[in-house]
């Protein structure tokens, strides 16, 4: 369907107006108009895509009339092109410094003006065409935008379930440590908030991204994968040939990290894993492993995953102690501040200690709950 163009024809000399209207009714919709009143009538009505106005009329000259239409947001964007019996430079660069588009001169001449208006339809249709492309192409990119943040969430979702399951199957190996990833995460995250609250390690900590830091906290033990069940499950004491063994988890655990990136282009989420596996047992004076790192050396996620290791282990059950109380484990932790532990930390770790006791509650009750769902079958 061929839908014609609408021009509004404004002029006060009724054979003017008979006349151009005439020439454009056959290839337009015209809607004529003899004052500025009749105009602005029909645009309450009707929104045109090009006036031709006469400068010169009873009530507004057509100086004043294209002032008012570009004062208003409905018809601003309207072109306008003057009718005018005068030759006169100064007044048509007002015309087109008020935002006339062109000058057609009366008495007209068929040919030039319907050429003209032409010209003026085509650049109001291509324009009009470029803002729908323009919306399209808007609307393309926030799909496309929706589409990526979907895609990339879903990735994050299967890199997490991945990761889980890895550090799952390592904890559910070691019998002794139920809960302990679990724990030692929220721990981690505790200490990180408030880090971040507190304006601490501020450099350090603007380059991590949070949600990598907490799913790669998961792994730090996956390398006990590797450790045999006679010594990841005994029921003793480690001889110290064991307890070399046992190390050993950290090496193993850095080496299956370092082949999966390796063998991967986009591994940003484990540049964390790989310091808090192969750095959570060193020591702030030096005397931890494998590589005995010191003080500022050891990276900051693995001082993080040391506390919350140490944490957890004190606080819990082991073959070779029964569970420390919570206070006698933030005892043991404060007087271990530049020793085994930043200092800085042992201070935050004072600011979350309280957290720490919600949390290892929280995580056994939950387990508990899980232990009973599973001997009892209840729903």
Wanted: glycine content about 6%; overall charge negative.
């Amino acid at each position: 369907m061929n839908i014609r163009s609408k021009i509004i024809l404004v002029d006060d000399n009724m054979t003017n107006l008979t006349m151009c209207r005439n020439i454009l009714k056959t290839f337009y919709e015209v809607y004529p108009a003899p004052s500025a009143a009749k105009l602005f009538e029909i645009l309450d009505k009707v929104i045109p895509e090009l006036i031709l106005l006469d400068i010169e009329l009873p009530d507004m000259n057509g100086f004043e009339i294209i002032k008012e239409l570009k004062e208003d947001k409905r018809f601003s964007g309207i072109p306008v092109i003057f009718l005018t019996s005068k030759n006169d430079a100064k007044s048509e660069l007002e015309g087109f410094n008020l935002g006339a588009v062109d000058y057609i001169s009366i008495p007209f001449s068929k040919p030039l003006l319907l050429k003209r208006i032409s010209n003026q339809l085509l650049i109001v249709n291509q324009k009009k065409e470029l803002l729908e492309k323009q919306a399209e192409l808007a609307d393309y990119n926030k799909n496309l935008e929706v589409m990526v943040r979907e895609k990339t969430n879903e990735l994050l979702k299967l890199q997490n379930a991945v990761i889980a399951t890895i550090a799952d199957l390592a904890e559910f190996r070691d019998e002794i440590t139920g809960g302990h990833i679990m724990r030692t995460t929220l721990y981690m995250r505790a200490m990180a908030k408030e880090m971040v609250q507190r304006d601490i390690y501020r450099e350090e900590m603007s380059k991590w991204d949070m949600d990598f830091l907490l799913s790669s906290a998961q792994l730090h033990d996956v390398g006990k994968i590797a450790i045999s069940d006679s010594i990841l499950n005994k029921p003793g004491k480690l001889t110290p040939d064991e307890f070399e063994i046992m190390k050993g988890h950290v090496t193993i655990g850095m080496d299956a990290i370092e082949k999966i990136i390796s063998n991967t282009a986009e591994h940003a989420f484990l540049r964390h894993a790989l310091f808090i596996v192969g750095t959570h047992h060193e020591k702030w004076d030096g005397s931890g492993y494998p590589i005995g790192l010191k003080g500022k050396d050891i990276p900051l996620e693995g001082q993080l995953m040391a506390v919350a290791d140490v944490y957890d282990a004190l606080v819990s059950v082991r073959p070779y102690k029964e569970a420390f109380t919570h206070e006698k484990s933030c005892k043991i932790i404060e007087e271990s501040a530049g020793a085994h532990f930043d200092p800085v930390l042992v201070d935050v770790f004072r600011g979350v200690e309280t957290e720490f006791a919600k949390i290892a509650q929280r995580v056994n009750n939950w387990q508990l709950l899980q232990v009973s769902h599973n001997l009892t079958g209840d729903e």
